[in-house]
């Protein structure tokens, strides 16, 4: 059983930055693909960035590239958001995600355990 917890969220002005944070517990962290997803009020939970087993491989929403970067510390257990440039239509609940397998994945269903998310408020 993997856990996870995210933290980091808040409140920040549009073109400010952010940084995410998810740590893991429980499983072999270093086994398995991350991956950041988020949810705004009234929408589906959406993918925004993945990272493999190794932090070789990433994967970028096109609303985020460029912006936002993931990455991990096996050796901590934790993978990492840096957002920078925010818009206010970045505002959501961010999730951090633990994959199936090492291959970082856009799809919701291929993430098996998720943590309790974390708000991130941009105003305009």
């Known amino acids: 059983q993997v856990q996870l917890v995210e933290s980091g969220g808040g409140l920040v002005q549009a073109g400010g930055s952010l940084g995410l944070s998810c740590a893991a517990s429980g499983g072999t962290f270093s086994e398995y693909a991350m991956g950041w997803f988020r949810q705004a009020p009234g929408k589906e939970r959406e993918f925004v960035a993945a990272?493999?087993?190794?932090?070789?491989?990433?994967y970028y929403a096109d609303s985020v590239k460029g912006r936002f970067t993931i990455s991990r510390d096996n050796a901590k257990n934790s993978v990492y958001l840096q957002m920078s440039t925010l818009k206010p239509e970045d505002t959501a609940v961010y999730y951090c995600?633990?994959?199936?397998?090492?291959?970082?994945?856009?799809?919701?269903?291929?993430?098996?355990?998720w943590g309790q998310g974390t708000q991130v408020t941009v105003s305009s």
């Open positions: 990272i493999s087993w190794s932090g070789a491989t990433t």
């Open positions: 995600g633990a994959g199936n397998t090492g291959w970082p994945e856009q799809n919701v269903s291929e993430y098996a355990y």
